[in-house]
């Protein structure tokens, strides 16, 4: 949980089990560890078209949902042209 207040603030890239791949600024986060992103789009991957980005605004999104949160180095992030990149969608997990 207090890995968590690390983030705060900061740029963050989740993966949820359902695939899906948000990035966000971290606004704050609970003890269930529920996460609440602003300014957050959602990225969608593609093998004909380059990466769509979803503007999502703010979100939130439910801790049992997250499989990873991670930081993005937002000068390499803004560097890299996301039409350009062509990747197979993040399947869900299946239990």
């Known amino acids: ?3 968590l ?3 705060v603030d ?3 890239l989740l993966i949820l089990q ?3 791949a948000i990035v966000g600024v971290m606004a704050g986060f609970d003890q269930k560890s529920n996460v609440v992103l602003s300014d957050s789009k959602e990225r969608v991957y593609s093998m004909e078209e380059g990466v769509e980005e979803i503007p999502l605004g703010l979100y939130l999104v ?3 949902m997250i ?3 991670g930081e993005l180095d937002e000068t390499l992030d803004q560097a890299v042209d996301l039409a350009s990149i ?3 969608p993040i399947p869900p997990i299946r239990y």
């Open 5 to 7: 207040q690390g983030y």
């Open 1 to 3: 949980m207090s890995s």
């Open 67 to 69: 499989i990873l949160i």
């Open 62 to 64: 439910k801790g049992d």
């Open 10 to 12: 900061r740029r963050v």
């Open 86 to 88: 062509r990747a197979e």
């Open 18 to 20: 359902d695939g899906r």
